[in-house]
C-alpha cells in the first residue's frame, strides 16, 4: 500500500505572493498550470480502464455517477450537466451529487462534507445498483461525503473509481480504480481550486468523452447527436449536414430540423 503524503497541503513552491507584480503572479501561475497534463498522463492507463468498463455498463442501461464537495462537486455537476446538449442523451444517464445538495453548487454549505453517510443516501434516491458506476472526485482524498458514499457503493457490488491529487490517500486504495494525479503543490498553498481542479476537469472530460464515443454517440469527429437547443447549435448541425451529404444550407437546415439530429438526417438521406 502506497504511503500517504498530502501533497495538496504542502507548501508552495512560491513566498511573499502579496510582493509579486500581477504580471509575476499569473506567470508563476502559468508556469504550475504548464505540469498538471504530464500529470494527467501518467494516469491515462487507469482513465481508459474506467471508460472501458462504464461502457459495458452503459451498454445495459447503466448509469455513471460522481459525488464530491466544493469544487470537485461542481467538477462533477458540471460535467454531467454538459452531456445532454453535447451529445443528446438523456439528463439521467451521468449524474453528479455534491455534499449539501444542490445549494452547495454557488454557496458552500458548512460541514456538508463531514458526513460519512449523506451520499448513499443521496445516492438512494436514484436507486443506484450494479449497472452504475460510482465516481468520487476529492483533491485530498479524505473527504467523508466520498468516502462513505465509495464504501457503501462497493459494498453493493457497483464499481467504483476515485479521482484524487494524493497517491495512497483512502480514497485512491478504497475505489477499484485509483486515477491518482500528482499535480504537486498548490500555487497557493492547499488552494486546491486551482492545479488539483484543473486536473480533475480534464480527467472527467476525458471519461465522458470517450465513453461517449465508445458508444456510438459520436460520428467521424462530429457531435452528430447534439441537442438543437440553441442558434449556434442549430447551425453547427447544418454546417456537418452540408459536409455529409453535399447539400446546401438551407436543403441542410431543413433536414436538421426535420429529422431531429444530425445523425438522424443523415442516416435518413444518405
Known sequence: MKKHIKITEEASLYDQLEEMSSLDIVSN?????????????????????????????FEKGGRLFYIGAGTSGRLGILDASEIPPTF???????????????TAIRKAVEFAEDDLDQAWKDLQEFDINSNDVLVGIAASGTTPYVLGGIAKAKDHGILTAGITNNPGSPLATGSDIAIEVNVGPEFLTGSTRMKSGTSQKMVLNMITTALMIRIGRVKGNKMVNMQLSNTKLVDRGTRYIMEELGL???????????????KNAVDALK
Open 248 to 262: 446546401n444550407y438551407e436543403e441542410a437546415e431543413k433536414a436538421l430540423k426535420q429529422y431531429g439530429s444530425v
Open 29 to 57: 501561475i502559468n508556469n504550475e498550470d504548464k505540469k498538471v497534463a504530464n500529470a494527467v498522463e501518467e494516469v491515462l492507463p487507469q482513465v481508459a480502464r474506467l471508460v472501458d468498463e462504464t461502457a459495458k455498463r
Open 88 to 102: 443528446g442523451m438523456p439528463y439521467d444517464r451521468v449524474i453528479g451529487l455534491i455534499a449539501g445538495g444542490d
